[in-house]
């Protein structure tokens, strides 16, 4: 089975998909003639052709918006969103558009489409570029909200998304993308929606993460280990659908939960995740469900991001206190 | 400054062609022209009523605008090329397709039997001023690539033509070359904000030229200039030479919905004038001149489309309720259990 960093796992389902369904089309920033800023499509317009992997004008919202529209002329668009951060110049097409397409149209009309966005701090990116906004878009009903943690994830995530009939934003951890090699199957395979993956199992403490913060709780688990504490790190995989059955699952196993995750803490999903196992899961509990989140404050330029992220140490002192409670 | 484009006329206000120009339309096409504008103005008469009886939902009126929407809406082929409304257009919807009956249930707040019917090739109402701009793009490259020669007719206000959307949408349509015309109805007002406040350029149609495409400016009460204008376009686009914009000057005869107040904001000298240049007495004046329209004639449209009118708002009302739960359907093809949850009649687990 090859290896494959994470990248390279999102450009072999973008391949096999373009190769599959010629209704499939990429569109974005420089992800032609470049490959993309962070090269998920390198060599992918040499392959299919301008037509169908498109450089388009710098224009967030007509990326989207035409993207509606080349779904009703038959299209499965494959929108990039150079950063997350910049999907705000589309939110107004992203959630009220995109997301209310097919109840404004009866059913009449669908947007299978997918909006790829990387995204999430620590690799010293300007400003804007590392905003995790993952939680706004949860409030857009509609949409599914996807943020894949692993190479082999990020492939069968991705072609389920572009296979998914509803309109899916696909958040791609960019501090990932380079970071370690897995075995992916070469050809393909789909993991379906709303069923989250357990990473490691331990019976004291359950860190729940999605994206980036799966690493740093794996991270964590290890040095929680070291201390006698045995950790399960529960990948939530996708927001919307949530899987509530596996974090009841966990929780009621362990009976103690920390969330984390890179966003701001107040409103964050960690906020959902929390008072969804209250509950659920409440009398299986044997404390508060903790978070350990970025704080309350626009994302700061590169030499504070060390301290505006949340660390192993936050994680493991959470767990531990979660544990003695 | 640029001088602002010359305004395409062919119809004088006596309904006379002006000097060098011919009709587009052959008199059996502008009577159903004709028909669809009165068609319209006895619409917003109604619409108007039932929502003062509290029966219907807010009406945005084409009063006054009934040659910008028509004109243009005859140039097009519902057979094969799409329509992007905005939502004062109510004329183009008919001529495109949608049934009166889906319209009237609409406005009762019947979302389900206001459905677009399969094979009508029109985009939902759009509410979120321009947004519907970069899905006419997008739709007209679509078309582009799919070959055929489809041509995507997108309407748009005056004000619209301030967000960024329109200018995203006309500048990715300009790049793709996509078979589409953006039709402007500069109807002189955005809710209570004049044209005058939306921008500084003398015209709305040069801004086409900073998107590499014609813009062309026409006499929006006048139904044969629309038309040949929105033919002109449409034939470009047909044959792969991308989009145009159309800016058709008009007047808001009225509110600018149920819910407005003019009399705060509009000048009474301003709008009388613009009822001397009334669209469809300027149609039936031609159409009575080529001998092809007389009162008879008249009368008896009215008695028909009257009939069609009752029949739409009677079958609308006799409509039931929508279920409580109709809420729930179409939002996703595979809805989260959660919402499925929810759907069942419970909200989180800790409501009750
Ligand atoms: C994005 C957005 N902003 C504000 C509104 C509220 N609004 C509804 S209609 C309207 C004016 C639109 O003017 P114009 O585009 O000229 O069209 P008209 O109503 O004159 O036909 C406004 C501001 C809206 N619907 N959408």
Known sequence: ?325 | MTASPRRLAVLSMTGRLRRGQRPSLDDAQVREGLELMLLSRLFDARATTLQRLGRWGVHSPVEGQEAAVVGACLAVDPGRDWLVPQYREFPAYIHHGMPLAGIAAFFTGHPAQGRIPDGVRMLPIQVAIAAQLPHAAGLAWGLRRQGGGAVVLAYCGDGATSEGDFHEACNLAGRMQAPVVFLVQNNGWAISTPRSLQSATPSLALRALGYGFPGVRVDGNDLLAVHQATATAVARARAGEGPTLIEADTYRYSFHNTTDNPAAYADPVELAAARRQDPIERVRRYLTQRGAWDPAREAAVRERLTATLDAAVNAAARLPPPGPDECFDDIYARPPARLLRQRAGHGAPSEA
Do not use: N
């Not at chain 1, 037509?51 to 990039?80: T, Y």
């Not at chain 1, 350990?292 to 002192?317: G, N």
């Open chain 1, 1 to 325: 089975m090859p290896q494959m960093t994470l990248v390279e796992a999102v450009r072999d389902a973008l391949r096999l998909e373009l190769r599959r369904d010629p209704r499939v089309m990429l569109l974005g920033l420089d992800i032609g003639r470049l490959g993309g800023v962070f090269r998920a499509t390198d060599g992918l317009q040499a392959e299919f052709g301008a037509e169908r992997v498109v450089d388009m004008p710098l224009a967030e919202a007509a990326i989207v918006g035409a993207s509606i529209g080349l779904a009703v002329a038959g299209f499965v668009p494959v929108a990039e969103i150079q950063f997350l951060g910049f999907t705000h110049q589309a939110f107004h097409q992203i959630g009220p558009q995109v997301g209310r397409w097919r109840q404004r149209s009866r059913g009449r009309f669908s947007a299978p489409l997918v909006i790829r966005a990387p995204f999430g701090g620590g690799i010293r990116s300007p400003e804007f570029h590392s905003d995790a906004i993952e939680a706004q878009f949860v409030q857009t009903p509609g949409i599914k909200v996807v943020m894949p943690a692993s190479p082999y994830d990020a492939k069968g995530l991705l072609l389920e998304a572009i296979r998914d009939p509803d309109p899916v934003l696909f958040c791609e951890p960019d501090r990932l993308y380079r970071l370690h090699r897995q075995e992916v199957p070469a050809g393909e395979y789909t993991i379906p929606f709303g069923q989250a993956r357990t990473v490691r199992e331990g019976d004291d403490v359950t860190l729940v993460a999605w994206s980036a913060a799966v690493e740093l709780c794996e991270r964590a688990a290890a040095q929680l280990d070291g201390e006698g504490i045995a950790a399960t790190v529960l990948d939530l995989r996708t927001l919307v659908p949530l899987d509530v059955e596996g974090l009841v699952r966990a929780a009621t196993r362990t009976g103690r939960v920390v969330v984390v995750h890179e966003a701001p803490l107040s409103a964050g999903f960690g906020a959902e995740v929390a008072a969804t196992i209250q509950e659920e899961a409440f009398f299986a509990l044997d404390g508060p469900v903790r978070r350990v989140a970025a704080w309350d404050a626009p994302y700061p330029s590169a030499a504070l991001e060390a301290s505006y992220l949340p660390t192993v140490a936050r994680v493991v002192a959470a767990a531990r206190a979660a544990v003695r409670s």
